[in-house]
Every structure is written in structure tokens, then in C-alpha cells.
């Protein structure tokens, strides 16, 4: 199965680092992830984007879930859904994420999907 991925993308270094991931997942993936969408997306074109979705996979930056509510607006579930707080990572204000960061939460989604 082949993931869509709606992340944060909040001002945070963990919004940041939701949208990073993605990059990283759909370099990575081997195809398993289809597109990655930022939560500030215009709801119309999530929509759009949405319909063909095999399985949907929320990435928020922290316990706030934006990407989730997003999701919510376009009356969706995701199948999986990880929270970068949740995985260790501490909220930094604004700062840039680390390399680590990316790295360790790029990998804690590729176990996740590959676990489905």
C-alpha cells in the first residue's frame, strides 16, 4: 500500500521537522510513500489529493495536531498517525531541527508503515 502524508509544517522546530521527514520519506520510501501535503494546504487541493489515497498518514510535530485537524476539516481518518513529541523529540521554539531528529524520526515512520 502506498501512504499520502499530511504534515504540520508549523513555524516550530518540530513543524519543521514534520515537513523535512517527508522529504526525506519520499526520497527513501522505495515507493511506499505516494505524495507528501503540507497541513497548510488549501483544503480543496487536500480534498483533491485525498480522493486516490490509498492509506493516509498524519506526521504532527507535537500534541497541538494540527495536521490532524486539517485532516479532520476533510472529514478523513488517517491509518496511521505519529507525533514527533511523542517519539522524544523536544519542542525548541523555532529553532531548525537537527539532523538526528529528521534521521531518527524519518526511520520511526518507515517502522510504522512497514509494521502495517
Given at each position: 500500500?502506498?501512504?499520502?502524508?499530511?504534515?504540520?509544517?508549523?513555524?516550530?522546530?518540530?513543524?519543521?521537522?514534520t515537513?523535512?521527514?517527508?522529504?526525506?520519506?519520499?526520497?527513501?520510501s522505495?515507493?511506499?510513500i505516494?505524495?507528501?501535503i503540507?497541513?497548510?494546504?488549501?483544503?480543496?487541493?487536500?480534498?483533491?489529493a485525498?480522493?486516490?489515497?490509498?492509506k493516509i498518514l498524519v506526521?504532527?510535530?507535537?500534541?497541538?495536531?494540527c495536521a490532524?485537524?486539517?485532516?479532520h476539516?476533510c472529514q478523513?481518518?488517517?491509518?496511521?498517525?505519529?507525533?514527533?513529541?511523542?517519539?522524544?523529540i523536544?519542542?525548541r521554539?523555532?529553532?531548525d531541527?537537527?539532523y538526528?531528529?529528521?534521521?531518527?524520526?524519518?526511520?520511526?515512520?518507515?517502522?510504522?508503515?512497514?509494521?502495517?
Amino acid at each position: 500500500m502506498r501512504y499520502t502524508i499530511i504534515t504540520c509544517s508549523g513555524i516550530s522546530n518540530t513543524g519543521k521537522l514534520t515537513t523535512q521527514c517527508g522529504v526525506a520519506l519520499l526520497q527513501r520510501s522505495g515507493g511506499e510513500i505516494e505524495a507528501c501535503i503540507p497541513a497548510i494546504t488549501e483544503r480543496e487541493v487536500l480534498d483533491d489529493a485525498l480522493m486516490d489515497a490509498e492509506k493516509i498518514l498524519v506526521l504532527d510535530g507535537c500534541s497541538d495536531c494540527c495536521a490532524l485537524k486539517k485532516l479532520h476539516q476533510c472529514q478523513k481518518e488517517p491509518d496511521t498517525h505519529i507525533i514527533a513529541t511523542d517519539c522524544g523529540i523536544k519542542k525548541r521554539g523555532m529553532d531548525d531541527p537537527q539532523y538526528r531528529e529528521i534521521e531518527d524520526l524519518t526511520l520511526t515512520v518507515l517502522k510504522a508503515i512497514r509494521r502495517e
